[in-house]
């Protein structure tokens, strides 16, 4: 079974504090995604890493950048965090021929006071 | 530009079928994906088309028809631990990211 897991289920944190969501895949996969989602918004694509090092703008990359120095692992970094980046963030992996069949990890809710 | 529309509530008795569509605008396509989604889970992938026709699944099916840019998802025999949030999603070959997710398909299922 793929196993995707997140740092933190819930996360508190203030206005302008830097933050890390780490996230984590064991079956070896090349893809990583991270995702926001928001109530009636559905999934929006923040970055996507296809490799170690490297990494690619998704839909709504502002305020957020991606770190991947090994396969294995995935970490969104809010620079400063704002409260209109409160959400939900879900972390996904696939292999790189199948990204259409992504395994997600549980979810961090993040908010922003 | 691209869009994925799908309704966005579908209500249904227990051991009834269900349809969800899903219409996409996109400038290129490779596919249509299904993911399901419970309350406070994580999404998880239930089926993908490439080609024209239905694929089965037990009692999940899903169908695609490339020419009218529309796909369905098929759930049969319903069962309450089918309430969930179904999403179409598509891969948008201009925009070179892998996935496209509808605003997703909340589906009760009522006794």
């Known amino acids: 079974d793929v196993k995707v897991t997140q740092s933190s289920r819930y996360l508190v944190k203030r206005t302008g504090e830097k933050v890390f969501l780490e996230c984590v895949q064991d079956m070896d996969h090349e893809n990583m995604f991270w995702y926001r989602q928001d109530p009636g918004l559905g999934l929006r694509l923040i970055y996507f890493s296809y490799d170690v090092k490297m990494k690619e703008k998704g839909d709504i990359p502002e305020g957020y950048s991606v770190s991947r120095e090994k396969k294995e692992r995935f970490s969104l970094i809010l620079e400063s965090a704002s409260t209109n980046q409160t959400s939900m963030y879900l972390c996904a992996s696939s292999l790189m021929e199948r990204t259409y069949e992504q395994y997600f990890g549980p979810g961090t809710r993040l908010t922003v006071t | 530009g691209q869009s994925l529309e799908q309704p966005s509530e579908v209500t249904a008795v227990e051991g009834a079928i269900v349809q969800i569509n899903c219409t996409y605008q996109?400038?290129?396509?490779?596919?249509l994906s299904w993911y399901q989604q419970h309350d406070g889970g994580a999404p998880t992938f239930l089926s993908y088309?490439?080609?024209?026709g239905l694929e089965e699944t037990g009692r999940f099916s899903s169908f695609l028809s490339r020419s009218d840019s529309y796909g369905y998802l098929l759930l049969q025999e319903l069962q309450m631990k089918d309430s969930a949030s179904y999403f179409c999603?598509?891969?948008?070959?201009?925009?070179?990211?892998?996935?496209?997710f509808g605003k997703g398909t909340r589906l009760s299922v009522i006794a």
């Open positions: 996109t400038s290129g396509f490779y596919g």
């Open positions: 999603a598509v891969r948008d070959e201009a925009r070179n990211t892998p996935l496209v």
């Open positions: 088309n490439a080609l024209d």
